[in-house]
């Protein structure tokens, strides 16, 4: 299967604390992405990071990608309540293929 | 403004009964999508269609079939639904194929 997995399945911290979600895939990519999901709704692209690309940040998150390893991993910092929802990659190996992980659902509690 | 749109929001029905999911995008996109999440929250792609071309998930049974009246819509036509076919659709479009995804808020299908 070429479908990401991340890990953990499951992730709950404390509100101020670090989140970190892993993401490992199989097959060579263009670029990888990860979104979020709140409960019930669609969606939310957070960041895009590029096959020759190595590091990324956007406000309190930073994804980093390891090409060698085929693995990704998304850190927020500072986690707030807001945060709560499933984070998911996107392996994007060719034309029009976009294989979604299996999402991490992540609890920040107040 | 609502960049992606579903209609209907909730869609329960029987078994055997035929139904479509309406999608509309204003970013004037040239590339969407039609995914589907399980129960499970597993998230996937069932086509990919832009002005030119229609990408089919081969897994997607052929009751399942994209219609684009123009480049701003894909609609979904669901032919003789069955109970597996329960589960969240999400319309998504992107500026070009590969690039980021901007999703609809999802269409929640109950076949009963």
């Known amino acids: 299967s070429q479908q990401g997995e991340e890990d953990p399945q499951a992730l709950s911290i404390q509100e101020g604390e670090n989140a970190t979600m892993n993401c490992s895939y199989k097959?060579?990519?263009?670029?990888l992405q990860w979104y979020r999901q709140n409960s019930g709704r669609g969606l939310v692209h957070l960041i895009l990071i590029r096959s020759n690309e190595r590091e990324k940040h956007s406000g309190r998150l930073r994804v980093t990608l390891d090409t060698s390893k085929k693995s990704s991993s998304l850190l927020i910092t500072a986690s707030r309540a807001a945060d709560t929802a499933s984070y998911f990659c996107?392996?994007?190996?060719?034309?029009?293929?976009?294989?979604f992980g299996t999402g991490t659902r992540l609890k920040v509690l107040a | 403004d609502t960049a992606v749109s579903q209609t209907p929001k909730y869609l329960v029905t029987q078994m055997g009964n035929d139904k479509s999911i309406k999608c509309e995008q204003n970013l004037g996109h040239d590339t969407m999508y039609w995914y589907k999440q399980d129960s499970k929250k597993f998230l996937k792609i069932m086509f990919s269609y832009n002005n030119k071309e229609l990408i089919i998930n081969e897994t997607v049974p052929n009751r399942f079939s994209p219609k684009s009246p123009d480049k701003a819509h894909l609609n979904l036509h669901i032919n003789s639904l069955e109970l597996g076919d329960s589960a969240v659709y999400f319309c998504?479009?992107?500026?070009?194929?590969?690039?980021?995804?901007?999703f609809g808020p999802g269409t929640r299908l109950l076949v009963l």
């Open positions: 998504a479009s992107s500026q070009r194929d590969q690039e980021t995804q901007y």
């Open positions: 097959t060579s990519i263009n670029n």
């Open positions: 996107a392996i994007v190996s060719g034309t029009y293929k976009y294989i």
